[in-house]
């Protein structure tokens, strides 16, 4: 009969243990997610600063891959033309340098 009393206390203490470890860990945890926040707030400052670099030299790197597309068109050009003169070379022809 007295396992039936005592029974009812043991399981509250054990019960009450059970979440004051829970709330130690959770209290002890709180340094670890602070510094994994302001790890995150640093790395999403960091990738605001690329998305803006990358916003402002995007058009500069579509002017010069035009630019660069302009010339080899011209390239192309000259050697379709070279290539009616001497009929070897094309734009299909094997670079060497």
Do not use: C, W
């Not at 070279?82 to 299909?92: K, L, Q, T, V």
């Amino acid at each position: 009969m007295f396992d039936v009393v005592l029974a009812l206390p043991r399981f509250v203490l054990n019960t009450a243990l059970r979440t004051a470890r829970s709330a130690l860990r959770a209290v002890e945890g709180i340094p670890r997610i602070a510094t994994a926040l302001e790890e995150l707030r640093d790395a999403i400052r960091h990738v605001e600063r690329l998305a803006t670099f990358a916003a402002e030299e995007l058009p500069e790197v579509v002017y010069q891959l035009e630019s660069v597309r302009e010339q080899l068109a011209a390239i192309e050009k000259r050697l379709a033309e070279a290539g009616r003169d001497r009929p070897g070379i094309s734009p299909g022809s094997p670079r060497n340098g």
